[in-house]
């Protein structure tokens, strides 16, 4: 097996186009030089359409999580209150980070589920929150939370919301102006398809009147959103080859186009939706919440996670995700994001056809394939 | 011009070797794979190997200012009280951090003019210090610490030694076990010749026993040695292809070998001086401090910066250094780090020859050309 032959379907990273691979091979470039000053200004400019909104935009090199620590330990300090809504691992991570950082509260909810809105609200009318965390598309669950009513209940109680974006910003519809987001949070490798190692955030007006400017030194997000807006540049040395390579995959989803990448971006998932219930394999997330940029399914009894995920790869070329935490086992992950085709999705479903087959798993072969022929 | 055609001179980032370019030319892999977790579990035994020292590593997605960070905030709390040794710009950023995170007390020396040892004794002498840090390797002027003597110091006043190798790890003499050093920190891109983008850092025993363990999320140092010792991974997503530009160019210099590195760059250092002497161009810093991998010099009076740079920059490609803060326009620096080799350090300064010829400085011509081939 070679890593060029790989059909690479994990819910992050993803397939990286060889047009953005080619964008890193290039030599030493002065990162303060006014030629590469240019293109940290694209870059911004950019991103501002990636996040679809005029709010100022700023980018880390370090991975999705240094990006969520900024969005936390530069807004909350050690007396504020924050709320967070948690239904799975990256909805704990905010939590984890709020408890560090601030006067964290717990709303957690059963992995897969819908968190209880009644319940969030009338939290929220206990008074004195500062803020509000949830990540839109849970990954670890395949599930996408609902936003824009969060973003409601956020607007009504005037706490900042604080959206962990890592894998819906520029693969799903977000709407940070319309759903009152405060600091959006992205990740280079997912919706993008660049590789990891770059974080970026989407910062409100409202959020930069309440940022503590110096929180923290690395991860300064005060530092990052100015020296980006005035100066077309990062306040410490960029990873060089990783903005070349994000540069370039915002342009390829320039080229396509927001909308039309949403729009493909869910017919993949419908259709990989289609596929698994054509085959008889439930979708893990409540049905109305599964996420059109990772597709989570529950493992038939026969099937072994590591043994199947093994026979795929070794086989058949295909690398899909396991599960985390108490999941482990239980469910896989297919991510269909970035510039993830039909091509790739339906390899990737015959593979699995084939493989449960020979795992002992009763399926009728061509029915997987042929649910997804109807979306192509 | 072209990148391709550039003598790149730069204090950091340097020249990349292509060999190091292809290296991060590959799909995506999955960072938490087999055969990943061996890439990053080589990586972890060939730090070792630079840091010289059977001390724990960690390797953290984030410029080197990261790693600063980390050394700092993980070791002091808000009551333990730093002495910060200050002679440029890097160790003053130590002292920032240290403000930030601890109860700084800072010794500010001339840029360029060696700390006054006496007083550090004396200082430390007042007792209840939890840590000292010092910048070994001084790009901003082009000067190398004496860190055996402050190490010393720190032994004798018990406290713990911080030390910011970013320029000097991997390229001049380092001896973190004699020299007592508790935390030092590396950066992909000056030594080693990588892409900007991920820092290193070695901790010694005596650092893990007055570690915090919970004093940040994504910069986390306990998180990272322990997992990379354990696990041969990161805490989080690493930045996967700068961690495969680093693995070669780690494995570039185990195949020149430590200290035939360390002896090249130091000819290098000492040619580069000669030259200077030869052309009657001042070194900056005092001479017995003088760097081997940044050398920095005063402008003739008759050179303007900007117009020297330019000049080198677009009739001969050359890339060159300038200064920073209160040092803009009076001293100019040329890197000689990683793959510099005699070839670019001869056209470097060939080019320096005509140019300040053409700008009106009256030079010898040949002459430092003539330094540079009695080292080569």
Redesign the interface.
């Known amino acids: 097996m070679d890593?060029?032959d790989?059909v690479?379907m994990?819910p992050g990273?993803?397939?990286?186009h060889p047009r953005i691979?080619?964008a890193?091979?290039?030599?030493?470039?002065?990162?303060r030089s006014p030629e590469f000053t240019e293109v940290i200004g694209e870059i911004r400019d950019l991103l501002k359409y990636l996040f679809d909104s005029d709010n100022d935009v700023a980018i880390v090199?370090?991975?999705?999580?240094?990006g969520?620590?900024m969005a936390i330990?530069n807004m909350f300090g050690k007396e504020d209150k924050v709320l967070n809504i948690t239904n799975g691992k990256f909805g704990e991570r905010f939590a984890?980070?709020s408890e560090?950082c601030s006067n964290s509260t717990r709303l957690d909810y059963e992995w897969g589920k819908a968190p209880d809105l009644d319940q969030i609200a009338s939290e929220l009318e206990k008074g004195d929150f500062k803020g509000i965390t949830l990540c839109h598309n849970e990954t670890s669950t395949g599930m996408t939370n609902p936003a824009p009513e969060i973003g409601n209940l956020a607007k009504k109680h005037d706490v900042l919301f604080i959206m962990d974006g890592i894998t819906s910003v520029g693969g799903l519809e977000v709407k940070l102006d319309e759903w009152n987001v405060d600091v959006a949070v992205m990740?280079s490798?997912k919706c993008l398809g660049a590789?990891?190692?770059?974080a970026a955030l989407s910062v409100s007006e409202r959020a930069k009147e309440n940022w503590i400017p110096?929180a923290?030194?690395?991860?300064n997000l005060k530092k990052h959103v100015d020296k980006l807006r005035e100066k077309s540049q990062t306040p410490?040395?960029?990873?060089?080859?990783?903005l070349q390579?994000t540069r370039e995959a915002l342009l390829m989803l320039r080229e396509e186009g927001l909308q039309n990448r949403i729009d493909r971006i869910a017919r993949l998932g419908k259709a990989t939706r289609a596929a698994m219930d054509a085959l008889g394999i439930a979708i893990f997330p409540e049905r109305e919440y599964a996420s059109n940029t990772v597709t989570a399914m529950n493992y038939p009894a026969v099937i072994e996670d590591l043994k199947f995920r093994d026979t795929l790869k070794r086989k058949h070329n295909v690398?899909l995700g396991g599960a985390q935490a108490h999941l482990k086992g239980k469910i896989f992950r297919i991510g269909t994001m970035g510039v993830c085709n039909f091509a790739d999705l339906i390899a990737c479903i015959g593979s699995i056809e084939s493989t449960m087959t020979e795992l002992g798993f009763e399926l009728q072969k061509g029915a997987g394939t042929g649910a997804i022929v109807d979306y192509m």
Chains 1, 2 share one sequence.
Not at 13 to 16: A, C, F, G, L, N
Not at 216 to 219: E, V
């Open positions: 890593l060029e790989n690479f994990l990273p993803v397939k990286i691979l080619r890193m091979n290039v030599p030493s470039v002065a990162h090199s370090g991975s999705g999580t240094a969520l620590d330990c984890e980070l560090m990740g490798q590789p990891a190692g770059l110096d923290c030194y690395y991860l410490y040395t960029p990873a060089v080859p990783l390579a690398i």
